[in-house]
């Protein structure tokens, strides 16, 4: 059999299908939606799990006209009564604001308006209708002329309802996703109060005042608090992460990600993908990133070798963990070490908030890196206290990068403390090395998987010198090179000419297990002679120093400053005196 395309990137239901996309079934939510009726139902969920996906599938499945074999072999083509009943009886107004963006307000305005106005494009037969009043076409005559005045932005949806009421005699169903787009961004440029007005009164009118609507449908990220942008507004049904109800429709279970790697062949990749991708509990089902898998196993088609990428996380700047690490005081960053490790934090989360309430309070933001998908719930909420955890790899790779860079921009880019760093390498100050790295290490946010075997461990804390030493721009820094008899952790050529350091990393698993560790180090270096590629490069003061860690903490030892010539030259001096 053919394998299908892969819909990469794909989110309108009606290609998906007509041009014969792999799909995922997720018409059940048209079913849960109907017979767990509510006038307005909003659906939080993380992004690119799927949302405009199913929002476009109600749009196919409700408008007038809609094409019906698009949905031959689907699970809600066996609700024969209630397809007979809702599919292709109703008139639909359908906009998506994740394109709302401006670095002022009159950018995001002038983009608002132009997404309204598309739709309004699309329902522009309504112009013409002789069942439409004349002076009720006024407004939507403005709106095509790009005329249209602020009042008329505020009441457009109400308006489109309302002409699709006279022309159809049928109340409209609303779709409105990625509602909470335009305030993320008016909070992240500054002007977020004015997003906010233009919000309230255009919801505020399409939602709470509208009479000519059937239902809406909203979608987003966070659920933005009543008091923000849905004052007075008592008709919601709020479906957010922890709700029970729909829980499977958005995202992948694993039965679905079992079975479309089967179909592609790929059965064998199931650990990794889970590994990377699974994790998310939403309400009680345990749920993939739709994204991730999707992209992953089109790579893997592609290249039978290919490694799984942070494919999700790269569709975003991640500022909010960024934001997060910032802000983190000592207490905050023991729980991101603990949350890197695999452990479970225990938090109470806030599931409404305003934008402007992020910055408030740490706990605040929390609660948003729940909700949008950077921590997950290990367990089912009580009395409010949920267990976070860092859901996949790919989300914890997203931390770890996080932490590097804040430890380079607070650390390493500070410039006085490191030029004194270095440079008590040169000087054989092995205490002023070690009293320096014993406070970085606990100024610092471990990024250290404590659950890695000891060799591993060490690995880290050799990553953790090479950042700092190089910060001294004009030293040559050269990390597990061949050198003697093995391969040296760390060699420096600094810009004196006859100078070298060399530097063996170890890692003790106990405080009093240092000092052995740096004698074990010093030992090595001269055993395996690591200094010999620095002397063949004419570097004749060679430092030697064993640094070990243990957590937290370390021990610096200096070996003995041996002035010598390399080998080769010296034979090659005596042969010349004899000679003479």
């Known amino acids: 059999m053919q394998k299908k395309k892969l819909p990469v990137g794909i989110d309108d239901f009606e290609k998906l299908r007509k041009e014969d996309f792999y799909y995922i079934d997720k018409t059940g939510l048209i079913c849960d ?5 509510g006038e307005v139902n909003l659906f939080t969920r993380p992004r690119r799990f799927g949302k405009t996906l199913n929002m476009s599938m109600l749009k196919s499945f409700f408008e007038i006209g809609t094409d019906k074999t698009l949905f031959e072999g689907l699970a809600i083509s066996q609700e024969t009564a209630l397809c007979e009943e809702y599919m292709g009886k109703f008139p639909v107004v359908f906009i998506s604001l994740k394109g709302v963006d401006g670095l002022n307000f009159e ?35 403005r709106f095509l002329n790009e005329e249209e005045t602020k009042e008329d932005v505020w009441g457009s949806l109400k308006m489109l309802s309302s002409l699709l009421y006279q022309h159809f005699g049928q109340k409209a169903i609303l779709l409105i996703d990625e ?78 990600v079992i079975r479309l790697l089967k179909d592609y062949r790929l059965e064998n990749h199931l650990a990794e993908t889970k590994e990377w991708y699974d994790g998310y509990l939403f309400g009680n089902a345990n749920i993939y990133c739709p994204w ?49 490790a695999g452990e479970v934090v225990e938090k109470a989360v806030r599931l409404d908030l305003t934008y402007d309430e992020l910055d408030s309070s740490i706990l605040n933001l929390w609660s948003v890196l729940f909700t949008t998908g950077y921590l997950t719930q290990a367990d089912r909420a009580v009395k409010g206290i949920y267990k976070l955890i860092i859901p996949n790899r790919e989300v914890r790779e997203v931390f770890v990068l996080q932490i590097q860079e804040w ?23 092995p205490e002023d090395i070690q009293k320096q790295l014993n406070v970085i290490l606990n100024r610092m946010i471990s990024i250290l998987d404590t659950k890695a075997p000891d060799d591993k461990k060490e690995n880290f804390y050799h990553g953790l010198l090479l950042g700092l030493l190089r910060s001294k721009a004009k030293w040559l820094i ?33 405080i009093a297990g240092l000092d052995k560790a740096c004698e074990e180090a010093l030992t090595q270096i ?17 430092l030697t120093y064993g640094i070990a860690f243990c957590k937290k903490r370390c021990k610096v030892v200096c070996g003995e400053c041996e002035n010598k010539v390399p080998e080769a030259q010296a034979f090659l001096d005596t042969g010349s005196e004899e000679d003479e």
Not at 111 to 124: C, K, T, V
Not at 407 to 429: G, I, T, W
Not at 526 to 542: A, H, I, P, Q
């Open 107 to 141: 950018e995001a305005y002038g983009i608002l308006r132009q997404i309204l106005r598309s739709e309004m494009y699309r329902l522009n037969f309504l112009v013409n209708s002789d069942r439409v009043f004349d002076k009720e076409k006024n407004a939507l005559k």
């Open 179 to 256: 509602y909470d787009v335009p305030l993320d961004k008016a909070f992240q440029h500054g002007y977020y109060a004015e997003m906010v007005s233009l919000l309230r009164g255009l919801f505020g009118q399409a939602l709470k005042t509208n009479q000519f609507l059937q239902f809406a449908v909203l979608t987003g990220c966070l659920r933005v608090s009543k008091e923000s942008i849905f004052t007075g507004m008592n008709n919601f049904k709020i479906l957010s992460i922890t709700d029970t109800r729909c829980d499977e429709y958005f995202g992948f279970t694993e039965t679905e």
């Open 407 to 429: 430890f380079r921009e607070s650390v390493v880019d500070d410039e006085e403390p490191m030029r004194e760093f270095c440079q008590a390498f040169l000087e054989r100050k």
């Open 33 to 37: 939606l109907l017979h767990n009726w």
């Open 292 to 340: 991730d898998v999707i992209s992953y196993v089109d790579h893997l088609s592609a290249d039978p070798y290919a490694e799984p990428e942070a494919f999700w996380i790269n569709t975003s700047g991640n500022d909010l963990v960024k934001r997060f690490i910032d802000k983190a005081d000592k207490t905050t960053q023991n729980e991101i070490e603990r949350l890197i």
């Open 478 to 510: 050269l990390s597990n090179v061949e050198s003697g008899d093995g391969f040296s952790d760390i060699l420096v050529e600094p810009e004196e000419p006859d100078a070298g350091i060399v530097i063996e990393v170890k890692y003790a698993s106990s």
């Open 526 to 542: 001269k055993e395996k002679r690591y200094d010999e590629r620095l002397r063949n490069d004419g570097r004749t003061e060679v």
